[in-house]
């Protein structure tokens, strides 16, 4: 189609804005709800913690393999497919008579987020000039930026004075503005997408390089979880906050997110490989931070916030560097290369929920930040060696390129 810039290109971005708004407050809806669900289902904390992991879960799946299974179909009717998709699973979710419906439904919405993600991207880009595509994915993503900041505490606000179930309607109402919004603003002449194959995955997790930064980004990105799913009881129960300073703690945590994912596309630019690592330890020391004050409510509070800000920092670079690897050792398969690292971070989400509810049902909740420190060290520690082979690589390249020069 034709690029532009002017007002229907601007209305199309709000569109998938609004529509990524949606998608964030349900990925992270259910962490300020686990102890209304627990309650309400009379299960335990690690079980109602399912509702994180069984979302990344299905996240991890559906993106790669429903980006094959859409990518010969027109876009705007995938988009739409998606909105459809992902109302139906949130009203599953806000109907559901048992914890197992409840699962269900997050699966749907799952699905739903994975291929949101990998399409919303391309059309953004492709409704601009060319000069534009980076701040015009950058606006599209700002809807998940606000659903971190306002979405999941709004959410978590109308479960405590309703019924949990009420914070998915919400979501569901989110979800019919944006499908109205994609139907009406979205153009229908958009630009026809390459078919991918299922044998991309195959060129990609067959690239050694390509397999460790996956992995780094999801032992990494999953360290947060380990707590962050259960942030809510943590401040609660050990740090004696009531659940109506929650909602305001979460509100503030979401704007330390925000600027922490800001600041690390910015330190990410140069050197991807070395702004990754920094924003490791700084997640790792805030981890660490928070499980020597667990039972401080102030000094306790503050390592929160901290964790907020490095949560997302390292997520452009992470990206970046997955992208520039792929576009160096895997060229025709840099689409697959970008679907799979999202589908890493989801991965971590899945693994560090998972590990968390595991040592909450047979350790205990004051537990959880100490593990999440060792993974995120872990993640640091094979950053840190990559980096130093690519030091020497650097160097061993320079020292011969001198060596040539002079003969």
Not at 32 to 47: A, E, R, V
């Amino acid at each position: 189609m034709t690029k532009s810039s002017g007002p229907s290109a601007k209305l199309t971005l709000l569109a998938l804005a609004i529509s990524s708004f949606g998608i964030g407050s349900t990925e992270f809806i259910s962490v300020g709800l686990l102890p209304l669900i627990t309650n309400d289902f009379g299960i335990s904390l690690s079980t109602a913690s399912l509702t994180v992991s069984i979302y990344a879960l299905g996240v991890t799946m559906g993106a790669p393999l429903l980006t094959v299974l859409t990518s010969r179909i027109d876009r705007k009717k995938v988009l739409l497919l998606v909105m459809v998709l992902f109302i139906v699973g949130n009203l599953c979710a806000a109907m559901a008579p048992t914890f197992s419906i409840l699962l269900i439904g997050r699966i749907i919405s799952a699905l739903a987020h994975g291929v949101f993600m990998s399409i919303a991207a391309v059309i953004a880009a492709d409704v601009v000039a060319p000069n534009k595509r980076a701040s015009a994915i950058a606006f599209m993503f700002t809807g998940l930026t606000l659903a971190t900041v306002t979405g999941v505490p709004i959410g978590t606000f109308i479960g405590q004075v309703t019924d949990w179930r009420m914070s998915f309607v919400f979501i569901v109402l989110i979800g019919l503005i944006g499908l109205i919004s994609n139907a009406l603003l979205v153009p229908r002449n958009l630009s026809k997408s390459n078919p991918i194959s299922v044998r991309d995955i195959g060129k990609v997790l067959g690239n050694i390089r390509m397999l460790l930064i996956l992995f780094i980004t999801a032992i990494g990105y999953g360290g947060t979880f380990v707590v962050y799913t259960y942030v809510s009881p943590i401040l609660e129960k050990h740090m004696g906050y009531s659940p109506q300073a929650i909602v305001v703690i979460l509100v503030l945590y979401g704007i330390c997110v925000a600027i922490g994912n800001t600041v690390g596309g910015h330190i990410a630019n140069n050197n991807p490989l070395r702004a990754i690592f920094v924003c490791f330890i700084g997640l790792a020391l805030a981890l660490l931070g928070i499980n020597f004050s667990i039972n401080s409510q102030v000094i306790g509070l503050i390592m929160v916030f901290i964790m907020g800000l490095f949560m997302f920092m390292n997520v452009p670079g992470l990206q970046l560097y997955a992208v520039q690897l792929s576009e160096k050792y895997v060229p025709s398969a840099t689409a697959m290369a970008s679907a799979l690292n999202i589908s890493a971070f989801n991965v971590g989400i899945f693994l560090g929920s998972y590990v968390g509810g595991l040592i909450v049902h047979y350790q205990s909740l004051k537990h959880t930040p100490i593990y999440g420190f060792l993974m995120v060290m872990g993640a640091a520690s094979f950053t840190l060696a990559w980096l130093i082979f690519e030091n020497k690589q650097k160097d061993s390249s320079a020292t011969e390129f001198t060596t040539t020069f002079h003969n």
